[in-house]
């Protein structure tokens, strides 16, 4: 999948349909970075819009990191990945943010930015994601680490328990 994601010109990051004020919470998110402002008419709506199960999914890590273009849609609204990080900078919400919720969203919106993968990094960032299977969180990091694991005997294998 990394492999997907790398070569993709952009990759659109899909929060859902409108709800809760979400897709208003994401254009302040836009404008705060915009304006590097600390302009909240909607905190409400921009939390809620932070726990969408989005950022609690494993794979999200991978798609991120790999990605070279992110857009980050929700309902109507949409914003540029690396705008998403700079307005969530300038509102500074993190230490008003659950600290599940803060390191979720932190490590996105390193990863977001172009920072380089830093393995040990990896359990702090896998440690609050949520995997259908558990060996999803093996496989994501294996496709994060290596531009071809295949190569040096490394693959996602389901039989494997």
């Not at 857009?71 to 307005?87: P, R, T």
């Amino acid at each position: 999948m990394a492999k997907i994601y790398a070569k993709a010109s952009y990759v659109i990051v899909c929060l859902g349909e409108e709800a809760a004020g979400s897709d208003q919470a994401l254009k302040e998110i836009r404008i705060a970075a915009e304006l590097s402002t600390r302009r909240l008419d909607n905190k409400a709506g921009i939390l809620t819009l932070l726990q969408r199960p989005w950022f609690q999914r494993i794979w999200v890590l991978q798609e991120v990191a790999a990605a070279r273009y992110i857009l980050i849609k929700c309902g109507s609204a949409e914003v540029d990945g690396f705008l998403f990080c700079l307005g969530l900078k300038a509102l500074n919400l993190s230490n008003e943010l659950p600290a599940d919720l803060r390191a979720r969203i932190l490590s996105v919106t390193y990863l977001i930015r172009s920072a380089i993968f830093r393995p040990k990094y990896a359990t702090k960032m896998y440690r609050t994601r949520e995997a259908t299977d558990r060996r999803d969180k093996v496989y994501t990091l294996l496709g994060m680490c290596s531009d071809n694991p295949t190569a040096v005997g490394l693959f996602a294998d389901y039989k494997i328990p």
